[in-house]
């Protein structure tokens, strides 16, 4: 990439924010020289990023100049699925797109769905310009749940919002609880802070089926069933009101519905609670000593527990343990789930997306999270319109929603029209009619909000885009323009957008753009006197007298006990370390550390299958069928499967990937996807003969 004279030109740092979805959304300092982004370090200055990066984002100029990245526009000359472009010209690619679009829209426009996640948490490439685009043109709307929304209903029911502790303040805790995190592979600055709090003397428990790198350096690691935390967070609630390690005043003045939900955690002394969650009672009474007599005390509560079934509810009960306990009253004390919900305040997001360009129209909105179902719909009253175009950006639903045998036959209908914004030839791109060639973080605008902690960010480009990718802002610019829609709004530049996104008044600008980040202000222990973001200012803790429950998987011995028989194994498929998602999967070295797709199994349920380490397997259910390669080790307990994820299909030992077997059943609460619910069972693959 450079040139022999580069090395001679000065090196220019430029300040940005690492896109990626996770809670950390570092400050990022990038280091120019010539043109070329030679080196990505963290910023040492901005509190949560503390100067270090992880594994992948430290070596986000080899993602960004990729040899096999995407460059140019990209139409389709094989059979859906197969991978096979040729290129074009913009000119070719946009024309073609918005006349196939106007004559969709010309019909109805909600037969038209933009897909999108998290690929970029940016405010200006995720659902900036892209939300007025689709705005504009009535398209269907999209039900972000795939990731977070069960947790988000939770933690709105309970607190009014997705709102939690500063990340930093988990240094001065005295003891820890990390309750469905592997903060070492997905949360790597929290455990910084964390261990801080090790050395000062605190206590670390972590509460998760597989014993991962983070349960390994806690003092204490609670392997419990998959599905079983809100069973789990009844049992302590119980020795809490048994021990009378209450906070009454607390309770008293800044909780409202707590009668019921002591009525409800009566009924689930210790042994009830062990026996629903496959762990020992006394483990459930230490835990709860722990927690009703250490001060202060914090959950770092994340995603994992509530890819299930009972997730909303055990969401809520979690949520209310530190209102017990009173345990927000310090500033080290409380939970900590997602922040993101005290952005919404500073951000200018009805200015961003423009809601208002619906112009009264209601258009549906479709659940991501059944993509594979839902593509396969005929037109009903119901459902509205069959899906006949698709516009993805930000997310590679083939490979990451579930069920992918039947997301993949929607993405294969003939009748289907596929554009896909991407870097990389991912799953999803090579069904696609068009291809277009996005920017990466190096080269684009944009301003972030942080679901992890409590700075708003901004990014800007460190060099030009690379070959002829645009911005997904400038693509739907562009289409925009082609459609005839000329509102002033679609000619805002990115970094107009960028520099807009959030309220001065909030963020001030002259800050933003001068270092890069700006923390909030908010009270260090926001919760200390109450002051819920809910109706009543209060945490919630029942309503209208029905506290929330345990809510058993759907899939489990106790809610499917025929299906518990044929397939006794529960599997879950937490990220591998050295991915995000789906993302990174393409990159050599990072799949090299990860080698191939791998299924941690317990030495027990191993030996019982004639199965040993290394060997391959075959996982399957009956949604479909999925090789890997066996780990026969301690990090999976007796009864659960850990199938790593989320390789891309097409490196997969058989072309499939671990969604090839999750169902697209939803939680209780916020309409999200139950990943971590779902029943397997495993078998050795003989070699081929002569292998
Ligand atoms: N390296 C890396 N970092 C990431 C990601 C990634 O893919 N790779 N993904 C990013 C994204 S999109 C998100 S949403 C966040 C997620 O952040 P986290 O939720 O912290 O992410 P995970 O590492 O998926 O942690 C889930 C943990 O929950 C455990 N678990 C599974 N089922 C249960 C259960 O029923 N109860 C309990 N208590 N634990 C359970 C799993 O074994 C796993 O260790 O991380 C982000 N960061
Ligand atoms: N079995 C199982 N499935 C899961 C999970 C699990 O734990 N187990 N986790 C779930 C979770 S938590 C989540 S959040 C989802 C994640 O699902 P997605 O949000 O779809 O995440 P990724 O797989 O990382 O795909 C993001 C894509 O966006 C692209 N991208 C990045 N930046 C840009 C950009 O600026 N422009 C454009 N056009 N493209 C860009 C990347 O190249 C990448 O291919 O997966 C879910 N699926
Ligand atoms: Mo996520």
Redesign the pocket.
């Known amino acids: 990439m450079t040139s022999p004279h580069a090395a001679q030109l000065p090196v220019k740092i430029v300040r940005g924010a690492c896109p ?5 959304t570092c400050a990022l300092q990038v280091s120019v020289q010539g043109g070329v982004a030679i080196k990505v370090q963290g910023d040492p200055e901005h509190p949560p990023t503390h100067g270090a990066l ?1 594994t ?1 984002v430290s070596r986000y100029t080899e993602r960004s100049y990729d040899p096999t990245r995407v460059l140019t526009p990209l139409k389709r000359s094989g059979p859906k699925g197969s991978g096979q472009f040729l290129p074009c010209s913009w000119d070719e690619a946009l024309d073609a797109i918005a006349t196939r679009l106007k004559s969709i829209a010309a019909r109805d426009p909600e037969a038209i769905l933009p897909y999108s996640y ?1 690929g970029t948490m940016g405010l200006v490439q995720g659902d900036g310009m892209a939300a007025r685009f689709f705005h504009r043109l009535g398209a269907s709307l999209l039900d972000r749940t795939i ?2 929304s069960a947790g988000g209903a939770a933690l709105t029911a309970a607190y009014g919002g997705k709102l939690g502790m500063h990340t930093e303040f988990f240094a001065e805790s005295r003891l820890i609880l990390i ?5 070492i ?4 600055h929290f455990w910084t802070f964390a261990q801080q709090a090790k050395r000062a003397g605190a206590r670390l428990v972590c ?4 014993k ?1 790198e ?2 390994e350096k806690c003092h204490h690691h ?1 392997a ?6 809100g069973a ?1 967070a009844l049992g302590l609630m119980h020795e809490l009101i048994a021990h009378d390690w209450l906070d009454h005043d607390y309770l008293t003045h800044h909780v409202e519905g707590w009668p019921s939900l002591r009525e409800r955690a009566l009924q689930w002394p210790p042994e009830r609670a062990a026996a629903v969650c496959g762990i020992g009672a006394d483990e459930v009474r230490q835990l709860a000593r722990d927690y009703g007599t250490t001060k202060p005390a914090a959950i ?1 509560l ?7 079934h009972g997730a909303g509810n ?1 969401v809520r009960l979690v949520a209310m343990l530190p209102c017990l306990t009173g345990a927000w009253r310090h500033r080290a004390g409380g939970l900590l789930m997602s922040s993101s919900g005290w952005f919404p305040r500073a951000r200018n997001d009805a200015w961003l997306q423009r809601p208002d360009l619906l112009a009264g129209r209601t258009p549906r909105t479709v659940n991501m999270s059944t993509i594979g179902d839902d593509l396969n719909r005929e037109a009903s009253p119901a459902f509205g319109p069959k899906i006949e175009a698709l516009v993805v950006y930000n997310s590679n639903p083939v490979a990451v929603a579930p069920h992918s045998g039947r997301v993949v036959q929607g993405f294969r209908r003939e009748d289907l029209f596929t554009v896909v914004l991407e870097h990389f030839l991912t799953d999803t791109a090579d069904h696609a009619d068009f291809v277009l060639p996005a920017t990466t973080q190096l080269e684009h605008w944009d301003a972030h909000s942080a679901y992890g902690h409590t700075y708003a960010m901004l990014n800007e480009p460190a060099i030009a885009p690379v070959g002829q990718a645009r911005s997904n802002a400038e693509i739907f610019r562009l289409l925009a323009a082609r459609m005839g829609f000329d509102e002033a709004c679609f000619s805002d530049s990115d970094e107009t957008l960028a520099r807009g996104a959030f309220r001065p008044d909030w963020v001030d600008p002259a800050r933003l753009a001068a270092r890069g980040w700006v923390r909030l202000n908010l009270p260090d222990a926001p919760f200390a006197e109450g002051g819920f973001a809910t109706a009543s200012g209060r945490a919630v803790a029942s309503d209208d007298g029905v506290a929330p429950d345990h809510v058993p998987n759907h899939e489990c011995a106790a809610s499917a006990p025929a299906l518990a028989r044929r397939y006794p194994l529960a599997m ?1 498929s ?8 789906s ?1 990174f999967v393409n990159v050599p070295s990072l799949r090299a550390a990860e080698k191939e797709p791998r299924l941690e199994i317990h030495a027990l349920d191993a030996t019982a299958r004639g199965i040993a380490s290394g060997d391959k397997v075959r996982v399957f259910n009956d949604r479909g069928s999925y090789l890997c390669r066996a780990d026969v080790s301690e990090r999976a307990r007796p009864g659960v499967v ?1 199938g790593l ?2 390789w891309w299909r097409k490196f997969g030992l058989n072309g499939t990937n671990v969604n090839e077997l999750t169902h697209q059943r939803l939680t209780d609460m916020g309409r999200a996807p139950s990943f ?2 779902c029943l397997v069972d495993v078998a050795p693959v003989p070699p081929e003969p002569g292998a």
């Open positions: 990626h979805d996770c809670p950390d992880c992948k998290a990731c977070a309750w469905g995190s592997n903060s592979a997905s949360n790597l509460i998760d089926p597989r991962t983070t349960a609670i419990l069933m998959p599905g079983t935390d789990l770092r994340n995603y994992g527990m509530q890819r299930v055990a879950i937490p990220p591998a370390r050295h991915f995000l998602n993302t850990n994820g989320i971590y619910d």
